[in-house]
């Protein structure tokens, strides 16, 4: 059979307690509750993405039910992925409203799902803040695909509608320009690097960002920008396949840094549209423009089936879209 989207969307009334109420299921009417309508709209262009775009089905490719959980706790400022399920909180109110009002949020939180059943990052250093990258890489392909904003028009941003009004930002981060997205006293400034010239190294704990996994992901943020932008087009189309491509294929250890990655999508994209071709030169570009080099040692991508025993293994609570 074709496959479709199945989503589950409960209320958590404030509490802790997961799932909570069922609110919404798939193929019902809209709910009167704006979070549980944006909840269920988010899984499902997020799901459209991976499907329509990149021939997947579902996060595990397996039809992965989608399970989101909204109104979690009281004034709690984050989104997250537990391993099972999305979790939203409504925000305090004043420097941050709801999360389920931000698609790319969505997609971001979605997409660490994705990673769990592919490429299954470690969370610490580069190859946490891979694992970071590619959750903003997709989630902001999301927006994009939605709103049918080519790599020129769209505007590149991660939580775009988070901030109440007040607040000295525009988002969360920014792929176009890190270390730009917000200057606020309540927040600090955006820390994000563009370039390895300005790499933080930082203790891999969590009073460290884990070795500061949401700080220098803007750098591979960067480099996906600056590929997609210099090929021109739909970012989600070669440049968003060739992402797509190298967490699906095996090759890359859970470790990988940097340069093992940017190597991997050197290779995907030859694989896919040609050594020497248009897509393969802009990825080039992209990493050139960061200061990271590929891996001298040669990755072989094979094909690998999904990772479908991960939601056996029991939650794991993954890191949320802000710092």
């Known amino acids: 059979p074709a496959a479709t989207p199945d989503r589950a969307v409960h209320d958590a009334e404030h509490g802790t307690g997961l799932p909570g109420a069922l609110r919404r299921s798939e193929g019902d009417e809209p709910h009167a509750d704006e979070s549980v309508n944006e909840a269920y709209d988010g899984l499902g262009h997020t799901w459209s993405l991976f499907h ?16 989101a959980s909204v109104h979690f706790a009281k004034d709690y400022d984050n989104a997250f992925w537990d391993g099972e399920q999305m979790v939203f909180g409504d925000g305090d109110g004043e ?24 490429a299954g990052f470690v969370y610490v250093g580069q190859s946490g803040a891979l694992n970071e990258h590619v959750s903003d890489v997709f ?9 049918g904003h080519s790599a020129e028009q769209a505007d590149w941003l991660v939580g775009k509608d988070l901030f109440r009004p007040g607040v000295k930002g525009v988002a969360l981060r920014s792929m176009k320009a890190p270390g730009t997205a917000y200057d606020d006293p309540r927040l600090g400034k955006d820390p994000q690097p ?3 010239d300005d790499y933080e190294q930082l203790p891999h704990d969590e009073a460290n960002d884990n070795g ?10 960067h480099a996906f920008y600056l590929a997609a932008t210099t090929l021109g087009g739909n970012a989600w189309e070669a440049p968003g396949q060739i992402w797509y491509d190298v967490m699906t294929t095996g090759g890359l250890p859970k470790d990988a840094d940097f340069a093992a990655f940017a190597a991997a999508t050197l290779v995907a994209a030859g694989a896919r549209y040609g050594e020497g071709s248009a897509e393969q030169q802009a990825v080039r570009a992209g990493w050139n423009g960061v ?13 690998s089936r999904p990772d479908t025993r991960a939601a056996a293994r029991g939650p794991r609570r993954l890191p949320d879209a802000r710092r």
């Open 52 to 67: 329509e775009a990149y021939g997947r089905n579902s996060l595990d490719d397996a039809g992965l039910k989608l399970v």
């Open 95 to 118: 420097v941050f409203g709801s999360f389920t009002d931000c698609l790319d949020v969505i997609g971001h939180e979605l997409a660490h799902g994705f990673t769990q059943y592919t």
């Open 139 to 147: 989630g902001v392909l999301t927006v994009q695909r939605v709103l």
């Open 194 to 196: 563009a370039h390895m």
């Open 212 to 221: 500061g996994v949401h700080i220098n992901s803007g750098i591979p943020n």
């Open 291 to 303: 200061g990271v080099a590929a891996a001298a040692s040669p990755v072989h991508l094979t094909r």
